[in-house]
Structure formats: structure tokens, C-alpha cells
């Protein structure tokens, strides 16, 4: 159990649709990281934020969009859904802004029908 | 465009014998390297890491060698035991940014 807890477990929607991704990270750990991992594709990192603040943006698409709040946990919002969103998501922390090893989540799979 | 590959998708070896892993990369400003080990349906574990400034870094079972020049790494598990039966992505940083760029894996059997 690395710590970071990701809700839900999956998720089934339809084209169109908005969903929104939960992640808390591990205790005392001020960064978190958003993760997509298509089908036989290696993790593409989307987003960091360091203590409620933006600090690196990977391949994220104008649809998706996150957030950290105050207590730290995040949030991975995707909205106007395609097949294509259809994927694993984690959520990753660590203690630093960079360069430290990152805890990830036991991920959120998402289905979009 | 994947600045870090991993070109062989799967590996198979006997139990106690060693397992190489590897991994290639294209970003010469590429500074800080880590492996990571993943489970079915559990988040990849990190296993491993090195900085550029090192040539390999030793931790238990597990070592890591970096070539600067060839823009290569590779992860040795010795003794190879069936518990390392996983899919294992390295993992690269540049020393100015926070982001992780991640090879596609390689799932590795050891056969007892």
C-alpha cells in the first residue's frame, strides 16, 4: 500500500460526458502528479501541482483540467468524453517539487462507451 | 514523440538466473533515472533510481547501470526470483523540469 488513496476504482460513461477523479496523496507529501496510461502505452504524465500550485504540464488535453486543494488532495476533472479517454489514470505523490521518487495510486479505470 | 523506449515488450527468465532489463533515451538533458515495478491492477512501485553523476547504484537484488554516451540503462535482478513477475518501466526527468517521462514497460516472467 503505497499511501495514495485514488477514487473511484473504475468508472462507465458515455461519450460527452464529465467526469471528475479524486486522488489523495500520501501523508506529509505536498506534490501530486496525474498519470494517463492508454493500452500498451507507457504512463504520459498530464499535470503537477506543489501545494496548490500548477508546477509542470505534460500532455494534457484543453477538455481535462485538475486542481489541489488546500488539504492537498486533488482532483483530475474530464470533461466532453471520448472513446479515445478511455484509459488508467493515476495519481502520483511525493514529498518535493521534482526529482524525488513518486508514490502512485492504485489508479481509476475509465471506460467511456 | 517517446524520449524514453523501452524496445522489448516482454522477457522470460528461469528462476536464479539474472534478468536484464533496458532502456534507451533520446534527451541528453535527461539527469535523473528510475525503474519502476507494476503489479495487475496496483499502481507501478518505485524499485530503483539514479542520478547522472553515477554509472550504477546497487540496492539488494537490484542494480541499475547508466551509459551517458549511449543514452542507455539497464536494470540487473540477481538472483531472479517469481515474485519479480511484473511489467517494468523506467522512468527519466530533465534537472530543470518536475516532469517524469516513462517508457512503455517491459513485463517480465520468471519461471520457477
Known amino acids: 500500500d503505497s499511501g495514495v488513496t485514488q477514487t473511484p476504482k473504475h468508472l462507465i460513461t458515455a461519450t460527452g460526458q464529465r467526469v471528475t477523479l479524486r486522488c489523495s496523496p500520501r501523508s506529509g507529501d505536498l506534490s501530486v502528479y496525474w498519470y494517463q496510461q492508454s493500452l500498451d502505452q507507457g504512463l504520459q504524465f498530464l499535470i503537477q501541482y506543489y501545494n496548490g500550485e500548477e508546477r509542470a504540464k505534460g500532455n494534457i488535453l484543453e477538455r481535462f483540467s485538475a486542481q489541489q486543494f488546500p488539504d492537498l488532495h486533488s482532483e483530475l476533472n474530464l470533461s466532453s468524453l471520448e472513446l479515445g479517454d478511455s484509459a488508467l489514470y493515476f495519481c502520483?505523490?511525493?514529498?518535493?517539487?521534482?526529482?524525488?521518487?513518486?508514490?502512485f495510486g492504485p489508479g481509476t479505470r475509465l471506460t467511456v462507451t | 514523440d517517446q524520449q524514453v523506449k523501452q524496445n522489448s515488450p516482454s522477457l522470460s527468465v528461469q528462476e536464479g538466473r539474472i534478468s536484464i532489463l533496458n532502456c534507451d533515451y533520446t534527451?541528453?538533458?535527461?539527469?535523473?533515472f528510475l525503474w519502476y515495478k507494476k503489479y495487475p491492477a496496483e499502481g507501478p512501485t518505485f524499485l530503483i533510481s539514479?542520478?547522472?553523476?553515477?554509472d550504477k547504484n546497487e540496492d539488494g537484488r537490484f542494480t541499475v547501470f547508466l551509459n551517458k554516451s549511449a543514452k542507455h540503462l539497464s536494470l540487473h535482478i540477481v538472483p531472479s526470483q517469481p515474485g519479480d513477475s511484473a511489467v517494468y518501466f523506467c522512468?527519466?526527468?530533465?534537472?530543470?523540469?518536475?516532469?517524469?517521462?516513462f517508457g512503455t514497460g517491459t513485463s517480465l516472467t520468471v519461471i520457477p
Open positions: 539514479i542520478s547522472s553523476i553515477k
Open positions: 522512468a527519466a526527468s530533465l534537472n530543470t523540469g518536475n516532469q517524469f517521462y
Open positions: 502520483a505523490s511525493s514529498v518535493g517539487n521534482r526529482r524525488y521518487e513518486q508514490y
Open positions: 534527451n541528453s538533458m535527461f539527469d535523473y
